[in-house]
């Protein structure tokens, strides 16, 4: 200790009891021993990288701000089942997301314990909601767990914007633990990317999200598939405030969208879609079916979700209106508010 403790300070029971014990002063956390960690708390794959790395230059400031002080990034994958995922019922593939961001906070929550245990400071920031909503629209999560599973080295994002393990594919969550100490190795970016550019999850977005050429529209992708949270809620509020009476506002919205967003209200938000991941071939342990038979792959796992009667949401005169009508005659086509002001 620096500075010499006043008497009320120093008698004090619990002063007397750490100061009477030997203090190490933890040093750079030991990257086998930290992997060992991670697995046995339920991650799936694990790697580091450095607040200092280039690659992560935007990231710097919000996990600055999160954990002063922090060095390192743990970047964590938990796996997720792919036939829920690729299932036509919403239900059983948002029962997949939800379960397995929680198995990632549990994994997370427990590895910062240990951690914190072994002397180090150390956050785990959400792995998707709660976020920073007092900076909606703007940037609402304090770290973006993609670009630092990239430079870490656990896979590539594909075509349609989401990393994609080499191993696990795209059947991944992911999340990022921050720490105030160095690791004594960093990952390195892989050398090629699993992306097999086969298209097919542009051919599965129903509101034209993902150009061919990796060109990604998220203001189309989050008006339909976040229909029931953020902007999607403060619309169907509006909704409620705009009508003149019950009936008028059931004429505006189903029977099946109010019960779906009490759902989502009561339970955990519905995603509408997630079909570019649910189609995604690219990875070791997923790719053999598409090998062994494309067409066949296409008719199982593109063709039903594709077929699949539902209501896509789109932005009044938007390129996602003009490609969900054309492309998808069988689903109903509903123009509503992004629910953010100052956008249509
Ligand atoms: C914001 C966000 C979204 C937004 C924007 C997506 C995006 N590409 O950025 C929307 C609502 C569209 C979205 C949708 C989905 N998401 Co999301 N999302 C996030 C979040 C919170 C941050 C993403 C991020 O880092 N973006 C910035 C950079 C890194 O992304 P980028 O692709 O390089 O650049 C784009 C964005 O910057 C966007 N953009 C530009 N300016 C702005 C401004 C705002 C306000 C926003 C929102 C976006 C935006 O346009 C860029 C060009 O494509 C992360 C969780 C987290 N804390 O990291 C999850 C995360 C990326 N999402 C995930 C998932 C699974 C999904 C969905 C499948 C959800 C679902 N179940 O249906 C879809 C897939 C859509 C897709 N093809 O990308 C996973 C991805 C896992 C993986 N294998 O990579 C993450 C990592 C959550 C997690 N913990 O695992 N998501
Ligand atoms: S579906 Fe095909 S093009 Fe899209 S990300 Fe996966 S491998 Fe790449």
Same mark, same amino acid.
Request: aromatic share 8%; hydrophobic share 40%; charged share 25%.
């Given at each position: 200790?620096?500075?010499? +403790?006043?008497?009320?300070?120093?008698?004090? @029971?619990?002063?007397?009891?750490?100061?009477?014990?030997?203090?190490?002063?933890?040093?750079?956390?030991?990257?086998?021993?930290?992997?060992?960690?991670?697995?046995?708390?339920?991650?799936?794959? !694990?790697?580091?990288?450095? %607040?200092?790395?280039?690659?992560?230059?935007?990231?710097?400031?919000?996990?600055?701000?999160?954990?002063?002080?922090? &060095?390192?990034?743990?970047?964590?994958?938990?796996?997720?089942?792919?036939?829920?995922?690729?299932?036509? $019922?919403?239900? %059983?593939?948002?029962?997949?997301?939800?379960?397995?961001?929680?198995?990632?906070?549990?994994?997370?929550?427990?590895?910062?314990?240990?951690? &914190?245990?072994?002397?180090?400071?150390?956050?785990? @920031?959400?792995?998707?909601?709660?976020?920073?909503?007092?900076?909606?629209?703007?940037?609402?999560? !304090?770290? $973006?767990?993609?670009?630092?599973?990239?430079?870490?080295?656990?896979? %590539?994002?594909?075509?349609?914007?989401?990393?994609?393990?080499?191993? =696990?594919?795209?059947?991944?969550?992911?999340?990022?633990?921050?720490?105030?100490?160095?690791?004594?190795?960093?990952?390195?970016?892989?050398?090629?990317?699993?992306?097999?550019?086969?298209? +097919?999850? !542009?051919?599965?977005?129903?509101?034209?999200?993902?150009?061919?050429?990796?060109? =990604?529209? =998220?203001?189309?992708?989050?008006?339909?598939?976040?229909?029931?949270?953020?902007?999607?809620?403060?619309?169907?509020? &509006?909704?409620?405030?705009?009508?003149?009476?019950?009936?008028? *506002?059931?004429?505006?919205?189903?029977?099946?969208?109010?019960?779906?967003?009490?759902?989502?209200?009561? *339970?955990?938000?519905?995603? /509408?879609?997630?079909?570019?991941?649910?189609?995604?071939?690219?990875?070791?342990?997923?790719?053999?079916?598409? +090998?062994?038979?494309? /067409?066949? =792959?296409?008719?199982?796992? +593109?063709?039903?979700? &594709?077929?699949?009667?539902?209501?896509?949401?789109?932005?009044?005169?938007?390129? $996602?209106?003009?490609? $969900?009508?054309?492309?998808?005659?069988?689903?109903?086509? /509903?123009? !509503?508010?992004?629910?953010?002001?100052?956008?249509?």
């Amino acid at each position: 200790m620096s500075d010499k +403790l006043p008497p009320r300070l120093a008698d004090h @029971p619990t002063v007397r009891k750490v100061l009477g014990r030997r203090t190490q002063r933890p040093g750079p956390l030991d990257a086998d021993w930290l992997r060992r960690i991670c697995l046995e708390a339920g991650a799936d794959d !694990v790697a580091f990288a450095s %607040v200092d790395n280039p690659d992560l230059a935007s990231e710097r400031d919000h996990v600055e701000g999160a954990l002063p002080g922090a &060095q390192s990034y743990i970047s964590l994958v938990v796996k997720m089942n792919r036939d829920n995922v690729r299932s036509t $019922a919403r239900s %059983v593939a948002n029962q997949e997301f939800h379960r397995s961001g929680e198995i990632m906070n549990e994994a997370a929550h427990r590895i910062t314990r240990a951690l &914190q245990d072994a002397g180090y400071r150390a956050i785990n @920031p959400s792995m998707s909601f709660p976020m920073e909503m007092d900076k909606f629209p703007g940037r609402i999560w !304090v770290v $973006a767990h993609k670009p630092v599973a990239v430079a870490s080295g656990l896979g %590539v994002m594909g075509i349609h914007r989401n990393v994609i393990h080499p191993k =696990f594919g795209n059947f991944i969550l992911l999340g990022t633990i921050l720490v105030a100490a160095p690791v004594t190795s960093y990952g390195e970016p892989l050398d090629y990317s699993p992306c097999l550019e086969c298209k +097919l999850c !542009v051919a599965a977005c129903p509101v034209g999200a993902i150009g061919k050429n990796g060109e =990604f529209d =998220f203001v189309a992708c989050s008006v339909h598939n976040y229909r029931e949270f953020m902007g999607g809620f403060t619309d169907w509020a &509006q909704t409620i405030a705009d009508s003149e009476d019950a009936a008028d *506002f059931r004429s505006r919205v189903s029977d099946s969208e109010n019960a779906s967003m009490w759902q989502s209200l009561s *339970f955990k938000a519905n995603y /509408k879609a997630a079909y570019c991941l649910a189609v995604c071939p690219a990875g070791e342990d997923v790719i053999e079916p598409y +090998l062994e038979d494309r /067409k066949g =792959f296409v008719k199982l796992v +593109l063709k039903p979700l &594709q077929d699949k009667e539902e209501t896509l949401y789109v932005l009044p005169d938007s390129d $996602a209106k003009a490609h $969900a009508e054309k492309r998808y005659p069988h689903k109903k086509v /509903k123009v !509503v508010d992004s629910g953010i002001r100052g956008r249509a």
